[in-house]
């Protein structure tokens, strides 16, 4: 179990592109995939297909309470075969996302803690972290990027690869220590190491992220978070602070901000130009190909596939090789067009309103995958991660939701399809 969660979530964070090379040349090679991907986890999936087999009844009823929103997007995915210019890579891109939620249903297992999942999340970005500390220390010239500011990236392939597996890291001892779910003469040194490991990538974003991470995790953990008025307080909050900040702009200007304006302060802390580093050049260009299929979609990862592919214009405007449009919602709208970009959305609300349910039950457990989620929202907005093959963050989302929705059911005593185990802290 630990092993086929450490496989989902370990690995893929050694890299941020497609895991299973599809992203090859698109007129040769792009339906052959990486064989060391495919050994990695193929693998994965077919134990986590056995397990869910030898636990079938269990694995109906935890099927029947995810997120349905969740299961539509992958039915609507596989889908797009109909349509999409390469189903080869459309197909296997499918068959990634059930194996992941096989891999989901695995979390729930009647023998699995409620913690498990943290607990694995925690060691394995530790162990990440430890190795790449090594590398650093025995070949420099690898585990540290001259050309990036001296910013240690480890056995990762870049700074801000090390600063995310960082982020994640600290986030997830942070969590342990103050539900004291491991020894302080542990979890103290090892926070400190992951913030050491953070700070020395040099990655003000993930910085950033962490430090935002852990205000979130505090804030939610809470009890006034956890009462009946819980959403409507949190709404009216977000309502007070934006519009707070709106009355003192128009007061002193005498107008309403632009989106430069309003993004400019947090771009310049992050050391990034106000028009994304070209980013806004890529989702116009993508937005075209969007109005192309608005509906459908062009097909289910069958866009970036470099060259040959339909993403040629692109490359050609640019002058190089983007392999996503550093943006995970206008993605996920030109492959899924609006019928899938509809889906996500209900996703992303039913997500939500199970956060709150488990808010009632396990106000820590729902603190921590708070967290998650919001980071994970707002980093798409300059990467593209959503439902994106074995990606680390579309791997720990579909995790979360498939866990969040298996503890909701295991606290509702006319939904459980057979006597349940109090889970052990």
Not at 61 to 81: K, S, Y
Not at 252 to 259: E, I, Q
Not at 390 to 402: A, D, E, K, M
Request: overall charge positive; charged content about 10%; proline content about 5%.
């Amino acid at each position: 179990m630990s092993l086929l969660i450490a496989i989902c979530l370990g690995f893929p964070a050694l890299r941020t592109i497609d895991l299973f090379s599809d992203n090859t040349e698109a007129d040769a090679s792009y339906a052959e995939g990486s064989i060391l991907m495919q050994l990695m986890f193929g693998p994965a999936f077919l134990l986590a297909a056995w397990l869910v087999w030898r636990h079938s009844a269990w694995a109906a009823q935890i099927v029947r309470r995810v997120n349905p929103f969740l299961l539509l997007i992958v039915l609507w995915a596989a889908a797009t075969v109909l349509w999409s210019p390469y189903p080869a890579v459309t197909v296997k891109r499918s068959i990634q996302l059930v194996g992941l939620m096989l891999v989901g249903i695995t979390l729930t297992l009647p023998f699995v803690q409620d913690r498990h999942f943290i607990r694995v999340l925690c060691r394995t970005l530790t162990a990440l972290l430890v190795a790449s500390f090594i590398m650093v220390l025995v070949i420099p010239k690898i585990g540290v990027d001259p050309l990036r500011e001296g910013g240690w990236r480890g056995i990762l392939w870049h700074k801000n690869t090390l600063g995310g597996v960082a982020c994640f890291a600290v986030l997830t001892w942070v969590n342990r220590l103050c539900n004291k779910d491991t020894d302080w003469r542990i979890g103290i040194p090892a926070l400190l190491f992951t913030l050491l490991m953070l700070v020395m990538s040099r990655s003000s974003t993930a910085l950033i992220s962490a430090m935002t991470g852990i205000a979130i995790y505090l804030f939610a953990r809470r009890r006034y978070l956890g009462g009946p008025n819980a959403r409507l307080m949190a709404a009216l909050a977000l309502t007070i602070v934006g519009l707070g900040f709106l009355q003192i702009f128009f007061t002193v200007t005498g107008r309403l901000p632009t989106w430069n304006e309003i993004i400019r302060p947090l771009l310049l802390l992050l050391n990034k130009s106000p028009d994304l580093t070209g980013r806004t050049d890529l989702w116009e260009m993508v937005l075209l190909d969007v109005a192309r299929h608005p509906v459908q979609g062009i097909g289910f990862g069958a866009f970036w596939l470099n060259v040959g592919s339909p993403s040629q214009y692109i490359i050609d405007a640019v002058n190089w090789i983007p392999l996503q449009a550093h943006n995970g919602y206008i993605d996920l709208l030109n492959e899924l067009g609006g019928v899938g970009f509809g889906l996500f959305i209900a996703f992303l609300l039913w997500h939500t309103v199970t956060l709150f349910k488990v808010g009632h039950i396990d106000r820590e457990q729902a603190a921590i995958h708070w967290a998650f989620f919001i980071l994970i929202l707002i980093s798409n907005f300059s990467e593209s991660q959503f439902f994106n093959g074995v990606l680390f963050q579309n791997c720990l989302l579909i995790f979360s939701s498939i866990a969040l929705s298996a503890l909701v059911a295991r606290h509702q005593p006319a939904s459980r399809p057979y006597p349940m185990p109090v889970p052990q802290t």
